[in-house]
C-alpha cells in the first residue's frame, strides 16, 4: 500500500480556504510554515514533493480591494494576476528557514493535455525536482478562459500528477476523508479509511450527504474526480484534514495515525503510463531501427538516431509512433522526442552531431526509454 512514508514523489494540493486567513485576506504564514515543515522533513528523507496551490486570486482580491462576493471572469484574472506574486512570496517565506527554493509554475488545461506542451511541462517539473526545489503550480487564471479552465485545482492536481508520474497525491481539505454521509449532520456516518474501486456507490457519497465537504469550487465530488484520474496513473490519492489542533502539520499527523481516506492505485505510476502508449494513442508514424538498436530497446535502452534508418509518417513533438525492426516487425511503441522532419535530419547521426544539424540542442534520445513500452519480439 502507497503511503506518506512509502511514495516517492507526493503531490500535495492546497485550496485557498487552507492558505488564506479570511479575517486579514492576506496568506496564513503560520499554517504555511507547518505545511513546508512537513514538506521539507519529507525532502530530508530523500522524497520529492509538488505543490498545488491556490491563492492567487483570494490574494488578488485584497491587494486590488475587490471585496464582492462575485467577481466576474475578467475581475478574477486581474485578482489572479495581483496575487500570484503574492502566493509565491509567501510559499518563499515558508521554506526559506529550510534551505529550499521554490519555483511557479501556471498551467492550464491544455498544458496537461496537447502533447507536445505536456512533455516541455514534465521536462520543466522533473529538472526543479531534481534540483531539489518544489515546484508550486497553480491554473494560469490570468489567461485561462472558461472554455479552457479546470475549474478546480483537484483535477489539476491528479493531471499534474499523472504528468510527474507521481506515488501519491495528498488532498487536504476541511474533512478527514470521505464518509458514508455527512458527518456534520449525520451522527452515523462511518468514515472510510481505504477506497480499492472508486464505484458508483463511492461516487453517489461524493455526490450527496458528502457534496458540500470541502470549500473550494466542488467540494467531495471534485475530490473523488481527482483521485479516478490518479487512479488512472497509477497514483494513490489521500484526503485528510488540512487544519489540525496542536503543533503538528497535516502530513505529519496522517503518518501518526489520524484520520484519512486512501484511494488505492491497481498499478504502478509507470505501469500505468506505458499501458497508456501502448494501448490508449493511435500512431501517427513510424521509425525503422538497425538491429543493434532493436536489441538496445529490448535491454530497456532508449532509442539514439545512430540507429535509425527510416522515419514515415508527419508525426510531431510528443506523438504516439511505432518502432519496426528491419524486417517490418513492430517491437515498440513510444512518444517522439522530435517532429517527423527533425528525426528525419538526424537518423543515423550520433547524439552529439544533434545540434549541428538542427540548430539547437535537443534531447539525446529520439525516444527516452520512460516514454517507450515494447510490444513486440
Known amino acids: 500500500m502507497t503511503s506518506l512514508a512509502s511514495a516517492k514523489r507526493i503531490v500535495v494540493k492546497v485550496g485557498s480556504a487552507l492558505l488564506v486567513d479570511w479575517e486579514t485576506g492576506a496568506a496564513d504564514r503560520a499554517w504555511l510554515a507547518g505545511l513546508a515543515r512537513d514538506c521539507a522533513a519529507r525532502m530530508a528523507r530523500g522524497q520529492q514533493v509538488l505543490i498545488v496551490s491556490s491563492g492567487s486570486i483570494a490574494l488578488g482580491r485584497r491587494r486590488l480591494g475587490l471585496n464582492r462576493p462575485t467577481l466576474d471572469l475578467g475581475e478574477k484574472q ?19 528557514p529550510h534551505g529550499i527554493g521554490c519555483a511557479q509554475i501556471l498551467l492550464t488545461r491544455d498544458d496537461t493535455e496537447v502533447r507536445r506542451r505536456w512533455l516541455n511541462g514534465r ?56 464518509y458514508t454521509g455527512d458527518p456534520r449532520s449525520n451522527p452515523d456516518a462511518r468514515h472510510i479509511p481505504v477506497v480499492a474501486d472508486i464505484t458508483p456507490e463511492i461516487e453517489a457519497m461524493a455526490g450527496g450527504s458528502n457534496a458540500s465537504a470541502g470549500t473550494g469550487v466542488g467540494g467531495m465530488a471534485t475530490k473523488i474526480a481527482a483521485a479516478r484520474i490518479a ?28 484520520k484519512a481516506t486512501l484511494f488505492e ?22 521509425l525503422t531501427v538497425d ?26 513533438k510528443g506523438d504516439a509512433v511505432l518502432i519496426r525492426d528491419e524486417t517490418g516487425r513492430e517491437i515498440a511503441r513510444g512518444l517522439a522526442a522530435y517532429d517527423a522532419e527533425e528525426a528525419r535530419a538526424i537518423q543515423g547521426s550520433r547524439s552529439d552531431a544533434i545540434e549541428a544539424a538542427l540548430g539547437y540542442r535537443g534531447p539525446d534520445v529520439l525516444i527516452h526509454r520512460d516514454d517507450m513500452v515494447l510490444t513486440g519480439g
Open 123 to 178: 521536462a520543466t517539473l522533473e529538472t526543479l525536482l531534481r534540483l531539489g526545489a518544489v515546484p508550486v503550480v497553480n491554473e494560469n487564471d490570468t489567461v485561462v478562459t472558461e472554455e479552457i479552465r479546470y475549474g478546480d485545482n483537484d483535477r489539476l492536481a491528479a493531471r499534474v500528477a499523472q504528468m510527474i508520474g507521481a506515488d501519491l497525491l495528498v488532498l487536504l481539505s476541511d474533512v478527514d476523508g470521505l
Open 231 to 258: 487512479h488512472g496513473a497509477g497514483c494513490a490519492t489521500l484526503i485528510t484534514l488540512g487544519r489540525r489542533d496542536g503543533t503538528a502539520g497535516p502530513l505529519d499527523a496522517v503518518e501518526a495515525g489520524a
Open 291 to 316: 538491429k543493434g538498436a532493436a536489441n538496445a530497446l529490448r535491454q530497456g535502452k532508449s532509442l539514439l538516431p545512430a540507429g535509425v534508418r527510416a522515419v514515415e509518417g508527419a508525426f510531431g
Open 78 to 96: 486581474a485578482c489572479a494576476a495581483a496575487g500570484q506574486s503574492l502566493l509565491m512570496r509567501a510559499w518563499e517565506e515558508a521554506f526559506e
Open 265 to 286: 492505485p491497481h498499478a504502478t505510476p509507470a505501469a500505468a503510463y506505458k499501458q497508456w502508449i501502448a494501448g490508449s494513442l493511435a500512431p501517427q508514424g513510424s
